[in-house]
């Protein structure tokens, strides 16, 4: 008979048992399980295997689209910044605008000379009061309510009347 294998067995003829110096060490002979428990092992693993690709899938879609998403955001938030500054920009531009027009008209350039400057027309006379009065306590109290205006020197000659006027005892 020959060494091994099935080329020398007649059919029917069953295996001869293998001894100890030829069976492998690696794998143990085993049980053969059922078909029932293999078909129900297969899908536990099926599903398990499927479950498992479908959260990777899903997973590597959140992040592929997370940090896009992300900057997509920041993008819209900078947009709204951006757009409002804009429109904060154009308001004070019109505002620069209306005093450019207003600085074009000799009336208003006239009338500024006369109040910062006090400068008068070749013919008039100019009078300051000066000391006690109506008038005085009044620009006293409009001095104290807005802060001073116009050129270094108004704003000083102002604060000369507000430091000499009393104030008035209640």
Known sequence: ???????GRRPG?????????TRSRAAEPTRRPKREDVEEVGRQTTLTARA?????????????????????LGQRSDIAGVSAQIKKVQAHIAQLDAQHKRWNDPGYIEQQARQRLHYVMPGQKS?????????????AARHEAAPAT???????WQSVETAGTPTPSK
């Open 127 to 139: 009078y300051i009061v000066l000391g006690k009065g109506h008038r005085v306590h009044a620009a």
């Open 13 to 21: 003829q069953k295996r001869p048992a293998p001894t100890r110096s």
């Open 150 to 156: 116009g050129p270094w020197y108004s704003q000083f």
């Open 52 to 72: 498992a690709i479908l959260v990777l899938a899903v997973a590597s879609v959140m992040v592929a689209v997370a940090l896009p998403l992300k900057i997509w």
């Open 1 to 7: 008979m020959s060494s091994g294998g099935a080329a």
